[in-house]
């Protein structure tokens, strides 16, 4: 990036959520002239983002994009900012650079990247790769999509610092050069259709991640997932291959399968067992793939397998991903908020032996319930339908099962809880985002899990 960094003065973040504050702050630091802008109501700002502005004398505006953000060289755009919004058309009709916040923070990033994406998993992975190079004792930074802005961490990386970096569709819509040591791509399932005009736009964003990755870099990705498996033989990194079906060896020189239910890494040298999955805490398959996904990453730095087994054996899973809440009369609570589409729930509902009592619904994103049809029948036995989508929901499946329409998330819980018998379970995996009633899913699964704890 040493091209548009030589020539750049002038710099304009679009986007005050949390990655934009973070650019914000860490470009002003490095010298450049910094505009943010954030077309929401200052009254709407949290005050303690409003503080952080003014404390680093950041130029700023809010309620509006005025013409003033294509006085710059470079436009750096939040996340949360669509790319075919008017903003980011106009920098780039105007032959201004674009370019996303992880992009920017790359090019001050001294230490190694590992960056995870795909629909699901994403968080679950990222958080396990990061425990288990911070068990082995590595200087381990766990940030982007996950929590912390990859910009509040770069300036304290060295040349050993590992970054295990989330990554979603949004953040790689306006890389340049960022390239990862080693990029995971764990699936793609329809997701954010209300952003990209087509799935195949959306699978292409996904595979950017690998785009300027080079024969000293490494491609790990799902075989079992088609269009993944299709899509890696386009790379021009190693690729590492893992899979519950096969046994993946004629297909790359490194990966990892599972044998019955021993997870084994292999490499050019031979083959380890290195777990029974069965003593995995976080239950399912799409969690053996996550932890499929995290070994290959921890053996390709060489990390011992006494290290890799002790993570795997003690992880419990992150929070709002099929977090168990509480049992009450027998009946088991998850808070599952961070299922935010439908693949996610198949996920979840293949989890569970119990029948489950299932809330479902919120701000819908053209979910197509067709997919998990034949899941529901098999494990639910009532839905309750919540939110922006609960018409719809309930249109889908009131032919198949009992659905109960709810007003908010404590009348969801209620009925669920009075639809659930001893022995079965209530699941909160709603398909959709969580921007119609609430913050984020993180508020929703909050708010899930004070109703529940609230049951007498």
Known sequence: MVDILEKAKKVTVVGAARSGIAAAKLLKKKGYEVFLSDAGDESKIDSDILAEIRRNEIEHEFGV???????ADIVVVSPGVPQNSPVV??????????????????????????AITGTNGKTTTTTLI????????????????????????????????????????????????????????????????????????????????AENQNESDYFVFNYDDEL???????????????????TVKSETKEGAYLNNLDLVYYYYMGEENVIDTQKLIIKGEHNVYNAMASVISAKIFGIEKEYIKKTLENFKGVEHRLEFVRELKGVKYYNDSKAT???????????????????????????????IE?????????IIAIGDSKQ????????????????????????ASQNAAENEVVLLSPACASF???????HRGKVFKEKVNALK
């Open 65 to 71: 994009h005025s013409e003033r953000i294509f006085d």
């Open 89 to 114: 058309q106009n920098a780039l009709a105007k032959g201004l650079e674009v370019v996303s916040e992880i992009e920017a923070a790359s090019w001050y990033c001294k230490g190694k990247v590992i």
């Open 130 to 209: 990061g425990e288990m190079f911070k068990d082995a004792g590595y200087k381990t930074f766990i940030c982007g999509n996950i929590g912390i802005a990859f910009s509040d961490i770069v300036e304290e990386t060295d040349e050993r610092s590992i970054v295990v970096l989330e990554t979603s569709s949004f953040q790689l819509d306006n890389i340049k050069k960022f390239k990862p040591f080693i990029a995971i791509l764990l699936n793609v399932t329809p997701d954010h259709l209300d952003r990209y005009e087509s799935f195949e736009k959306y699978l292409e964003s996904k595979m950017r991640i």
């Open 228 to 246: 993944v498996r299709n899509s890696s033989k386009s790379v021009n990194s190693n690729r590492s291959a893992f899979s519950l079906s096969e």
């Open 341 to 371: 589409n439908v693949n996610s729930v198949w996920y979840a509902l293949k989890g569970f032996n119990e029948p489950l009592v299932l809330i479902l619904g919120g701000k819908d994103k053209g979910n197509d319930y067709t997919q």
């Open 374 to 382: 034949k899941e529901v029948k098999q494990h639910v036995k009532h």
């Open 392 to 415: 719809k929901v309930y249109d889908h499946f009131k032919d198949i099962l009992p659905v109960t329409v709810a007003a908010d998330m404590g009348d969801a819980v209620l009925k």
């Open 436 to 442: 119609d009633m609430f913050d984020n899913y993180e």
